[in-house]
Every structure is written in structure tokens, then in C-alpha cells.
């Protein structure tokens, strides 16, 4: 089945029902869009997708920021047998046409303001941009939007597809190079869905979700739009996160769930009002990793554990802490229903015990099929039918995940094995740690060293702290895994999943 044929039958019911909001800075809802308006929306960009020749096994790029035009678009491009390759505005030039070219688009749907700011993406384009809010004139192969869409009349449903069709095509956040293309199909996306959502989470259409991600990667395409899409839930959708108008919001607009990354909880958990929250049940996380001790201080203050999850572009979501029963701190839950997950020995591809460091492999309909283009990648990355992740954890005997890091952030310390992720749990459950990052800096004598980057809280005197960090580092941890040298930052770099970039942490001077 098309998965947009999934959010069709959905949609389809109680079309008086409002799907979507749109939440201003201010905290005022200025427009809603019913599951009827929707559908004749969506229908409308269907026809005009077909009137332009998009069909199967074309690909479709999308840059509309956070709008009901976006989501629209995005079950036009499914329902017409395409692709959808989501843009990241905030890239560079170079790195979006890189993006482009390896797609090979035949469509590019954006906004007026990238164009402007990047006139050269035209050419790293097969086929016509639609644009919208234009001001003046169009250079040549670009179309206003509102043109294309008042020139058909909506009644177009979505064709059926494979549960193997490619439905996204996503790129890869890498530090190095250029981003591979994980394409992920219908029965991808709908297996992994159902399986988070539904059956783990117990979405359905009465809850409200506080939409604060960019709706560009699998958290906030994936799983706040289409999951919105498949479940019928509203989505409240605030361009940009805010903590003080996010936690006002979450009474004000009677909100249900909210998803989030690490750095938007360790902010709220410094917002000083807090509501009642008489409405809240789930808080969820993921993208990266949790410490602790931001899931302690945002449990005291709003009284909700956070339900952390784990996943990847390559795989969607692998893991989640359950809704009902225990949440560990510093754990990414269990593996989800039909999801394999195990932990194996990187070289030898022995599977280990638990409690034992080694890679996480899964297996599972959520995985998908191969990097884009790219066979010699596809092939390192399986390993006998599981896709090897490139993170380390361990799993307990009775099935809970911890992420330790990424094997090639492993930091190795005459020869002896050190995880970051270790390392960063007993710093920052220092009172005077806001957050930090661990990582290996070269050492002649034992090949690497540990260096801990700080970033303390308001007040903290650094020379004081660091006294503090290095008695506690020598109280629980073994002397090699102890930080030699330690710098104190205002922030850590992160990316805009709010992953620390620690290629670009200040390792010198």
C-alpha cells in the first residue's frame, strides 16, 4: 500500500476534525486546517504533480518550511508514486546542489528566499523549480507556485505503490564528505510507524502534539508529520522552538506530546513557570543521546519522565523506553515490536552478553534496503542480513539499551577501550555541569588522552569546578578513563538535531 494511501483512509474520516495549527511566537494559534481542507489541499497538489509529468520513480525536493503547503506536498509527492527528498534550508549552497545532484530531482518545491540566497541550486536541478512567495519577476525554469496550483481542480487519490517503493530519500548528517542517501520505502516507513507509535506509544487522533522540530530529518518528517498523517492526531506546529513559549503552550493549547532532542529539554528544564500540565502524558526524546542528569532535572521540575528512544536515518526508530512501566535513566528502552537488536563483537561479528560493550546490529522491516547509489557502503554497512550501526552500547538481561557512543569517537588509551558516553555520565552528574563532551586528543606516549569540554552552569568559578570534576573522576572512574585535561566552552558546537559536532570542539590553544 501507498503510505499515502494510509493517511487517505485516515484522513478521510471525521473531516471536520482539525488536523493541523499553526502556533505563533506569541503563543496565538492564527490558523487551523481541517482533515477535509486537507484532503482537498493535498488532492489539488496531486493533480498538479501529475499535470507535470511526476510520477513513479521520480524525486521530488521540498523546502517550504513549516506549513500546511509542506505537509500537503509531501502526501502529493507520496500519492503520485514519487520520492520526497526534504531540504535543509540551513545548509550551504555547495552542500544542498550536492544533495540535489545525487537525487537526481526532476521537481524542487521552495521558497522564494532560497533561490534568492542561492541562485546557483537552479542548475543542480533536471526539471522546473516551483516557487512561492515571490516578489518580482522569475528567472527562467521557475514557477510560482500559486500558479501551478490554481490551474487544476483537486479529485486525484493516491496510486498504489510497493511496500519496497522508495517513499523518502533522505541524507545522512556526516561530519566528512559528502552525505549518503538512505532511501526508505512505504513498508519502511509504515512498519516503524505503527510499531513506535501505536503500539508503544498508544497515539491516537485525541492527542494534540507540540510540533518544535525541523521538518526535514526523520524526527520531525517522519515521525511528527506523517506520523500525525497515519495516527490523525492534531499538530500544533511552532516554527521554532522556543522553551518559555513551548512550556506556555503546553497548557494554553491543551497538548498531549511533545517531541524533542536533548538540548530543547535541557533548556525547559530552566524555565521557571510551569503549568499544570493537566493535559500532558508523553514527553519524548531522541536524535541524541540524554544525559542523567537532564532527565532528573526536568522530572523534578515538571514531573514527567522523559521517554527516551533511539534510532537512525538508516533504520528510523530502533528502541523506546515504554509508556507504561520502567524508565531508566541513561537507557534508550527496548527494542520495539519487531525490531531484532543485538550486540556484537565489531571485528569478529561475535554476538556478546549482556552487560558487555559492543556494537548495536538490527534487523527488522524497518531497516532499510542500501545506501543510495552506493554499493560499496551498502556492503560495509550488513553484516549476515543486520545493518551494522556504528554505535556502541550494551543491553541488560532483561533487554534495555544504552548508547556508549560511536565506535569511531572510541577513544583508546594505551590500547585500553574508552567510551565518551561513560566518561560524560559521571562529569555531568556534577551539580555544576550544565553539559559537556568527551573525547580523545593525541598523546605520544599512550597514543590518545581523554579531554573533557565543559560548559558550566551560571556562576560556576571554572578553576573550582575543575577541582571538583577531577575528584569525582578519580572517585568513580579508573585512572585511564580519568580526563587529563579539561576546557570549559559558553556552549558545545551542535548541529541542528542538536548532536555535538566534536570535530569542532576547540582542541588546541
Known amino acids: 500500500m501507498n503510505l499515502a494511501q494510509a493517511f487517505w483512509q485516515r484522513l478521510g474520516q471525521q473531516p471536520a476534525r482539525v488536523l493541523l495549527e499553526r502556533l505563533e511566537p506569541s503563543g496565538e494559534v492564527t490558523w487551523q486546517q481541517t482533515r477535509g481542507a486537507f484532503v482537498e489541499e493535498a488532492s489539488r497538489w496531486m493533480a498538479a504533480l501529475r ?62 528566499d532560497l533561490l534568492a540566497r542561492a541562485p546557483e541550486l537552479r542548475a543542480a536541478v533536471r526539471g522546473p523549480w516551483w516557487v512561492t512567495g515571490e516578489t518580482g519577476p522569475l528567472p527562467a525554469d521557475t514557477i510560482p507556485l500559486a500558479s501551478v496550483l490554481t490551474a487544476v481542480a483537486p479529485g486525484v487519490e493516491p496510486i498504489d505503490r510497493d511496500d519496497d517503493d522508495l517513499a523518502l530519500l533522505l541524507f ?49 518528517l517522519g515521525l511528527g508529520v506523517y506520523g500525525t498523517l497515519l495516527v490523525g492526531n492534531t499538530a500544533v506546529l511552532l516554527e521554532r522552538f522556543d522553551a518559555s513559549v513551548v512550556v506556555r503552550a503546553l497548557d494554553a493549547q491543551r497538548i498531549t506530546v511533545f517531541m524533542g532532542v536533548p ?21 519524548a526524546c531522541g536524535s541524541a543521546p540524554l544525559s542523567p542528569e537532564t532527565f532528573r532535572r526536568f522530572q523534578d521540575r515538571f514531573g514527567f519522565p522523559i521517554i527516551e528512544r533511539y534510532g537512525l536515518t538508516e533504520t528510523g526508530i530502533n528502541t523506546a523506553n515504554p509508556l507504561h512501566g520502567r524508565h ?25 552478553a549482556p552487560g558487555e560493550v559492543g556494537e548495536i546490529w538490527v534487523r527488522g522491516p524497518n531497516v532499510f534496503h542500501g545506501y543510495w547509489r552506493n554499493p560499496e557502503a551498502t556492503a560495509a554497512a550488513f553484516c549476515n542480513g ?8 550494551t543491553m541488560t538481561a532483561d533487554g534495555y539499551v544504552t548508547i556508549l557512543g560511536r565506535i569511531k569517537e572510541l577513544i583508546i588509551v594505551g590500547g585500553t577501550n574508552v567510551t565518551p558516553g561513560e566518561v560524560e555520565t559521571v562529569l555531568e552528574g556534577e551539580p555544576g ?38 575528584l569525582r573522576a578519580e572517585q568513580q572512574l579508573a585512572p585511564y578513563k580519568c580526563p587529563r585535561q579539561y576546557r570549559f566552552l559558553p556552549v558545545l558546537p551542535r548541529n541542528s538535531m542538536g548532536k555535538v559536532e566534536r570535530g569542532k570542539l576547540p582542541l588546541q590553544g
Open 51 to 112: 499535470a507535470a509529468g511526476i510520477g513513479p520513480g521520480d524525486r521530488v525536493a521540498l523546502s517550504l518550511g513549516k506549513s500546511a503547503g509542506l505537509v500537503a506536498a509531501h502526501v502529493a509527492v507520496l500519492g503520485v508514486g514519487a520520492g520526497a527528498v526534504p531540504l535543509n534550508a540551513s545548509l550551504t549552497p555547495r552542500e544542498l546542489a550536492a544533495v540535489l545532484a545525487q537525487a537526481e530531482v526532476r521537481l524542487a518545491i521552495t521558497t522564494a
Open 172 to 220: 545522512t548528517s556526516g561530519t566528512t564528505g559528502v552525505p549518503k542517501g538512505v532511501g526508505l520505502t512505504h513498508g519502511n516507513l509504515r512498519a516503524n510507524l505503527h510499531a513506535l507509535l501505536v503500539d508503544t506509544w498508544e497515539m491516537c487522533e485525541d492527542d494534540r502534539l507540540l510540533h518544535a522540530l525541523p521538518p526535514h530529518h526523520l524526527h520531525g
Open 263 to 283: 538540548t530543547m529539554y535541557h533548556r525547559m528544564a530552566e524555565v521557571t513557570e510551569v503549568g499544570t500540565l493537566a493535559t500532558m502524558r508523553l514527553f
Open 328 to 352: 531508566r535513566p541513561g537507557s534508550v528502552g527496548l527494542p520495539l515490536p519487531g525490531v531484532d537488536l543485538g550486540i556484537f563483537a565489531p571485528q569478529t561479528g561475535r554476538q556478546l
Open 386 to 393: 543486520w545493518f551494522r550501526t556504528g554505535d556502541l552500547g
Open 433 to 470: 555541569v550544565a553539559e559537556c563532551a568527551v573525547v580523545g586528543i593525541p598523546d605520544a606516549d599512550l597514543g590518545e588522552r581523554v579531554a573533557a569540554f565543559v560548559v558550566p552552569r551560571q556562576g560556576e568559578d571554572p578553576h573550582e569546578l575543575e577541582r571538583r570534576l577531577r
